[in-house]
């Protein structure tokens, strides 16, 4: 029999539906995410499923969204809640991260602060600078926090069910782009657990450090590269704070050549982490430079090509992977 | 604006009540004097907002609580804690920075809390617990428990953003939470003239179709009938209301302002000697126990010395507490 075949945004609405049967202390909340099921469909089905008392639709109010989200954690609550993008994180960077982040210390370690936050990241689909901006490096700047994005329904589902689990505030970033993407998801129950890299392809001459929507043209990059005769390993870690570096260390190692790509802009993104991790643990096995692929220092324009441009693809992955062969 | 009007019986409140509210408002005022000597010999890392003046807010709102209520605080909350019953000897070491202090001395005076009596704590960033007050109401209301959330904040925090988004959703779902404004007419250096467009912070509540009630702050019974009422209609499921109690802060903004040469340039002297003379909460209600044949001098001077001792024991506590172990730095940041 075939694999049963999902869209991404339908593992996330599986995802949360599974964790809320299972547990009676979750609940979901967040703008147009009840009636309609979210801007992008992601949570369709769970009113119906729960009712309006455990899947609330909010009024627009970032910093109440994330702030009672806390609240209810501290009197024993899961929630689940959702900014509807990204680029509006930034308006509830208080409750993220004074609040919800140092809460638990500041409470002498009592509580268990077991939020959730989704988001939908980064841009592809024409929405323009406040609708596609992706600020992962953000949050993992921020002690407290998990960070968390998926690049498959696969893992999509199976992290939000381990998010969900997590005793600690999580920041899940849904790729807007991916939403409609379908992949394989097993029916039966999985979790796939927090801080574990996986590699999406094997290979020996370089690894390629790639999450979020930028994954699956990562993949395609690969596989040209293959054609070409170039064994490219590509890692996704999923979970980007805490970071499973031992994972993509010891795939440098073996290939002595490392890329790292993500949609981001590439100053002070995520990736500049991740090659200063891997020079401080394998700088001798390093054979060259690490290249790094990131959008350029400029905002997200909403014409096509021009979007195109600025959002890195696969050329730009072997472009960089040329680069240092 | 809606005066609070008074109903039911004030002497609700027992004698044995009334005495022991009065000698919590002493016990927050000696803690607090006492800090301020410390501040002085340098003692207290960073620094930390005294109350003085304000005791009547928290002894007479958290008289008000039950048992199970929880309470957030802001950057001046020793007197909700102490007021609350959480144990002065923790509350110390903590500001001192100590090991057995509740945040392990890595919180300080902004970050006090007290978990087992439902004391979230106070809050560094002003307006910080808003929020998050509505959404504990949020959380027994789906718990579907008779508990409720008393959620302090300034008139210099009712201007931020979150006031606004807080207390529109509060009240649309209508969970159990009373917001209580400390109105002590300056946010830092700001008068309240500077600060609110309308200076009648209890009139938003008609925005959010909630009861708005203006309270005396140097009346402790005032302040107490006024957040019992508000409590009451919580946990009927009537949601929010908003309490606005008019006081004023004796001290400077802060211990470490109040140091600062011209920290206290922005009002005028006289207004803080008219309050001290005439407003003070402690002599007021000192006076209404003695009409009441509750208190005599005696009395007054016994509650006072037994004040100091159990802060000379604090100190004692505190002083004789270690220093946080390195390796703490590391504790609480994940579960
Ligand atoms: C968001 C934020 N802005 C500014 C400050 C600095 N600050 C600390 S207390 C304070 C005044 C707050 O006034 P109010 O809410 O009236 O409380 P009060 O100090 O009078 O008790 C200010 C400006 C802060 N801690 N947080
Ligand atoms: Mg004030």
Redesign the interface.
């Known amino acids: 029999m075939a694999e049963r075949q999902i869209a991404f945004r339908e593992a996330i609405a599986e995802a949360i539906k599974e964790e809320m049967t299972r547990d009676e202390k979750t609940f979901a909340m967040g703008e147009d995410m009840a009636v309609i099921g979210g801007a992008f469909g992601a949570t369709k089905g769970l009113l119906e499923e729960f009712g309006e008392e455990r899947v609330m639709d909010t009024p627009i109010s970032e910093t109440a969204i994330v702030g009672f989200a806390l609240g209810a954690a501290i009197a024993g609550m899961r929630p689940i809640v959702e900014i509807m993008r990204c680029d509006w994180m930034t308006i509830c960077m208080d409750e993220i991260v004074n609040q919800t982040a140092k809460m638990r210390y500041f409470t002498g370690g009592r509580p268990q602060i077991a939020v959730v936050i989704r988001t939908a990241t980064e841009g592809g689909i024409g929405l323009g600078a406040q609708h596609s901006q992706s600020f992962e490096a953000w949050f993992t700047h921020v002690p407290g926090l998990k960070v968390v994005m998926p690049s498959t329904p696969y893992d999509a589902k199976g992290l939000l069910k381990a998010a969900i689990r997590d005793h600690n505030p999580v920041i899940f970033m849904e790729p807007q782009i991916l939403y409609g993407a379908s992949g394989p998801v097993p029916a039966e129950d999985y979790v796939v657990p927090l801080g574990k890299a996986d590699v999406k392809r094997e290979g020996k001459d370089i690894t390629i450090v790639a999450w979020g929507g930028i994954t699956p043209r990562v993949m395609n990059a690969a596989q040209t590269l293959a054609d070409e005769g170039i064994d490219a390993e590509v890692i996704d870690p999923r979970t980007l704070r805490p970071l499973d570096i031992e994972t993509i260390v010891a795939s440098v190692k073996k290939t002595s050549k490392a890329v790292i790509a993500h949609e981001a802009n590439k100053t002070s993104g995520f990736g500049a982490e991740v090659a200063a991790q891997i020079q401080e643990l394998a700088f001798d096995y390093l054979d060259a430079p690490i290249q790094r692929v990131g959008a350029p220092d400029v905002l997200v324009p909403i014409n096509r090509n021009l979007e195109r441009i600025v959002l890195p693809g696969p050329e730009r992955v072997i472009e960089a992977v040329k680069a240092i062969l | 604006m809606t005066n609070y009007e008074r109903k039911g019986n004030r002497m609700e409140l027992t004698k044995d009540t009334l005495l022991d509210m009065y000698r919590r408002m002493v016990r927050i005022r000696i803690f607090e004097e006492g800090l301020m000597k410390f501040d002085e010999q340098g003692l207290i890392p960073g620094t930390g907002h005294v109350s003085i003046g304000e005791e009547a807010v928290a002894v007479g709102a958290t008289t008000a609580m039950g048992n199970k209520d929880?309470l957030?605080s802001t950057h001046r909350g020793h007197g909700h804690l102490l007021a609350r019953g959480a144990k002065m000897p923790i509350i110390l070491a903590e500001v001192l920075g100590k090991a057995t202090g509740?945040?392990?001395g890595?919180?300080g005076s902004m970050?006090l809390?007290d978990?087992d009596r439902y004391i979230?704590?106070t809050?560094?960033?002003v307006g910080?617990g808003?929020?998050?007050?509505?959404?504990?109401?949020?959380?027994?209301q789906?718990?579907k428990t008779d508990q409720a959330?008393l959620c302090f904040f300034g008139d210099g925090a009712s201007n931020r953003?979150?006031f606004h988004?807080?207390l529109?959703?509060a009240s649309?779902?209508k969970v159990p939470t009373v917001y209580l404004c400390c109105n002590n007419q300056y946010a830092m250096t700001l008068p309240l003239c500077k600060n609110c467009a309308n200076q009648d912070i209890s009139a938003r509540a008609v925005a959010y179709d909630i009861p708005g009630y203006q309270v005396d702050g140097t009346d402790v019974i005032a302040v107490y009938e006024a957040v019992a009422a508000a409590l009451q209609r919580a946990r009927e499921g009537k949601g929010p209301s908003l309490v606005e109690v008019i006081s004023y802060r004796l001290r400077g903004h802060s211990m470490r302002m109040d140091r600062m040469p011209g920290g206290s340039s922005y009002r005028p002297e006289r207004e803080i000697e008219e309050w001290e003379e005439s407003k003070n909460p402690i002599k007021i209600f000192q006076q209404k126990l003695k009409e009441l044949g509750y208190m005599t001098d005696e009395s007054a001077t016994k509650i006072l010395s037994e004040c100091q001792k159990e802060f000379r024991e604090a100190v004692e506590f505190a002083q004789n507490s270690p220093e946080p172990k390195p390796e703490s730095i590391y504790?609480?940041?994940?579960?």
């Open positions: 929880y957030v509740c945040t392990g890595k919180g970050h809390s978990f979230l704590g809050n560094g960033i910080g808003i929020n998050i007050a509505g959404g504990i109401g949020l959380a027994l789906m718990q959330c953003g979150v988004e807080a529109n959703l649309l779902w504790e609480w940041i994940y579960a």
